[in-house]
């Protein structure tokens, strides 16, 4: 079974500072790892994705995320935050056998100006 | 050109009614989904067609019956419909074949049951 965590409800930062958004994952086999953002009464926006290859992944927006093997986590990181970041993220996991995502419990950002 | 579209967008009915969401992506991916947001923002999965064959089938009531006339097209239909219904219905298609799986979504369909 293919399962993720996402440990904080809310993650609040002050612009202009750096952002975390965390996320552990739990698969048999080998994980694809995905971060998707969701901005109020609208659908996920897909951010980025771990398939193989650099542990460090860039997308969209300036957000990257750092895939750590041993920890089995997937962290979401933005160098500096906007007020524009403000939204739910959720990280996703699927292995190879499975044929559909499951999504983590979400995690708000809120930047303050 | 949007990629993933669904409709409608809202839904409002009664009790025990029926009603129908429909989905089509023109995105050429073989494999639709539908997801389930409920209140608290959990996202569950409910079904997948690969290619116009259901792959996955969570636990979901036969009440809710999904239905792929063509790899382009999903759509759900919802029999007696209840309270605990009500929710927001993603649509969603990715390219499993050849393709690292990540899902594009639809913009929603927000349920209301009364």
């Known amino acids: 079974a293919q399962s993720v965590a996402q440990p904080e409800d809310q993650v609040n930062v002050a612009e202009g500072n750096p952002l975390t958004v965390k996320c552990t994952y739990s698969?048999?086999?080998?994980?694809?790892l995905f971060w998707y953002v969701q901005y109020p009464n609208r659908g996920l926006q897909f951010l980025l994705k771990?398939?193989?290859?650099?542990?460090l992944v860039k997308g969209s927006y300036g957000f990257e995320a750092e895939f750590n093997k041993s920890q089995t986590s997937f962290h979401l990181k933005k160098p500096s935050a906007l007020v524009s970041d403000s939204a739910l993220y959720f990280c996703?996991?699927?292995?190879?056998?499975?044929?559909?995502?499951?999504f983590g419990s979400g995690t708000r950002l809120q930047v303050q100006p | 050109d949007t990629a993933v579209s669904q409709t409608p967008k809202y839904l409002v009915t009664q009790m025990g009614n029926d009603k129908s969401i429909k989905c089509e992506q023109n995105?050429?991916?073989?494999?639709m989904y539908w997801y389930k947001q409920d209140s608290k923002k959990f996202l569950k999965i409910m079904f997948s067609?690969?290619?116009?064959?259901?792959?996955i089938n969570e636990t979901v009531p036969n009440r809710f019956s999904p239905k792929s006339p063509d790899k382009a097209h999903l759509n759900l239909h919802i029999n007696s419909l209840e309270l605990g219904d009500s929710a927001v219905y993603f649509c969603?298609?990715?390219?499993?074949?050849?393709?690292?799986?990540?899902?594009?979504f639809g913009e929603g369909s927000r349920l209301t049951v009364l």
């Open positions: 771990y398939i193989t290859g650099d542990n």
């Open positions: 067609y690969n290619n116009k064959e259901l792959i």
């Open positions: 996703a996991v699927r292995d190879t056998g499975r044929r559909a995502l499951t």
């Open positions: 698969v048999s086999g080998n994980p694809y």
């Open positions: 969603a298609s990715s390219q499993l074949g050849g393709g690292s799986g990540e899902l594009f």
């Open positions: 995105l050429g991916h073989d494999t």
